[in-house]
C-alpha cells in the first residue's frame, strides 16, 4: 500500500505547479490551467486522507470488540468520494465562466493577455 505521505507529495508538487502557472503566466488560458491543476491537487489530498483517516482506518472502536463503524455500500463509506465530486462540479463552473470570459475578451480587444484588460473600462471599449 503507498503510504500517505507519498500522496500528500504529489499533490504538492501538484499545487506548486498550478500556482507557478497562475503567477507567472500572462495569458488568460494558462491561468485557468493551473488554476485547475490546485483544484486536482486538492482532490488528490481530500481522497488521500480519506481513505487513510477515514471510516474503513478506523473501523472498529479502539480497546473493544464492538460492531464496525464501517459498512461497506454505507453513507459513511462513500462520504470522502463525495467531496471531489463537488471540487469536480465548482472546477467545471469556473472553466465555463472562464473561458466565457476570454471569449469576450478576445471579440472585444483581441488578446487574451491580461495585462491589457482594464477593469474600469469593462468589455465593452
Known sequence: MVPLEWYLVLAAALFCVGAYGVLSHRDAI???MGIELMLNA???NLVAFWRYLGPA???TVQG???????VKGSAAATAGQAFPLFVYAVAAA???VGLAL???LWRRRGTTT????D???GLGT
Open 42 to 44: 486538492i482532490n488528490i
Open 102 to 104: 476570454i471569449i469576450a
Open 114 to 117: 491580461i495585462e491589457t484588460v
Open 64 to 70: 473493544s470488540e464492538a460492531a464496525p463503524l464501517y
Open 119 to 121: 477593469l474600469s473600462q
Open 57 to 59: 482506518a478506523r473501523s
Open 94 to 96: 469556473e472553466a465555463t
Open 30 to 32: 494558462a491561468i485557468l
